[in-house]
């Protein structure tokens, strides 16, 4: 096996450091700031990275924490009961060069990260908490890639588990990137479409022009669903190999964002500045963080305003609840042959399915 992907686990509690020698590789090591907390304390974890490979390595830094906690990076439980991630899901651009975190030889990187802010931790109860990355996203690969990654048997870097005792405490609310408006910025339209945090007249004409589109690309994908065979191409270049409860899971999912995207009470927050294309928080439909690359997206096609809204609508829990497992095309096709089970909750499989673009049958 190849050092540079064989794995090992580490983690740390407040007093007692653990080591789990599965393999050389990348390891997670996490460290509690105390073993208790009470309600009003906020509960800080210290979560380090290191290269124990004998040859440098790249990892996508939005899997790291390098930049705050955007995407669900740890599995926490209270006595025994995985509790929900409750932070922004974003939709990106497909990873560019200046997205990794480049580690020699030997080299550790560290972040500390608050986790009362980013998960359920209501419960007075017993908590664990463990890094939980796959190597799809923390390498990215390209198409083939996964394949390589599989025969070598690597399935991501998962920390053992720090252990902490919580007194339950209210959610506080995701830590807020975008800085989201306080309802300002353009109303309601007469078909109940609400803009917050200043949306221009420019704006808004972008939003409603993309939410047309995409409205028109979720009855597509349901059509498909409704007609096509099982040997469709567009479903298995999207979510790979057919089964019947896989496809059943799909057609459920695009039956609610068609639902949500002409039922519900869409709401538009243009406040946000990130180099992203939007952001949602799971537990608060219907509500949509509208970042820059989303104005110079096309209103239709690959990437586009109509599929970025579809993208965020997928994500709440009340219609798709899907994640952000892989970004980009590429990534979405490799994962469909590599994993089919984790590409029909990827929100960009979905999103790709929905624009179908190149057009296939």
């Not at 560019?96 to 480049?102: C, R, T, V």
């Not at 908590?127 to 025969?151: H, T």
């Amino acid at each position: 096996m190849s050092k540079l992907f064989k794995l090992s686990t580490l983690a740390i509690a407040t007093t007692l450091l653990s080591q789990s020698a599965l393999a050389e590789g990348i390891a997670a090591k996490l460290q509690m700031s105390q073993d208790s907390f009470s309600s009003d304390q906020d509960v800080m974890v210290t979560l380090t990275l290191t290269n124990e490979a004998n040859v440098p390595v790249k990892l996508l830094k939005w899997f790291t924490a390098a930049d705050g906690v955007e995407e669900s990076l740890f599995k926490v439980t209270a006595d025994g009961q995985e509790r929900p991630y409750l932070g922004a899901h974003y939709k990106r651009p497909a990873p560019s060069h200046k997205d990794y975190i480049k580690l020699k030889s030997g080299e550790s990187i560290s972040y500390q990260v608050e986790l009362s802010s980013l998960y359920d931790m209501s419960s007075t109860a017993n908590y664990e908490i463990s890094y939980d990355v796959s190597s799809m996203q923390l390498f990215a690969p390209n198409p083939g890639q996964a394949k390589k990654l599989a025969r070598l048997g690597v399935e991501g870097i998962h920390s053992a588990p720090a252990s902490f005792y919580l007194e339950g405490r209210e959610f506080k609310g995701g830590a807020n990137k975008g800085k989201p408006g306080t309802g300002d910025g353009g109303g309601t339209t007469p078909d109940g479409i609400s803009f917050t945090g200043r949306c221009s007249n420019s704006q808004q004409s972008d939003i409603l022009a993309g939410l047309a589109a995409a409205k028109t690309m979720s009855a597509d994908a349901n059509q498909h669903l409704a007609t096509a065979s099982s040997n469709s191409q567009r479903y298995s270049t999207w979510f790979g190999a057919y089964s019947s409860s896989r496809w059943n899971t799909v057609s459920n999912n695009f039956s609610k964002i068609d639902s949500a995207l002409n039922n519900e009470p869409l709401t538009f927050d243009c406040s946000c500045k990130k180099q992203y294309y939007a952001y949602v928080y799971p537990t608060q439909p219907y509500k949509i963080y509208m970042c820059n690359a989303f104005w110079t997206a096309p209103t239709s096609g690959t990437d586009s305003k109509g599929g970025t809204i579809i993208h965020e609508t997928s994500h709440f829990n009340v219609v798709a609840g899907t994640d952000d497992i892989v970004y980009g095309q590429s990534g979405a096709k490799s994962l469909a042959i590599s994993d089919p089970s984790q590409a029909i909750q990827n929100a960009d499989s979905h999103e790709y399915f929905a624009e179908n673009t190149p057009n296939l049958n």
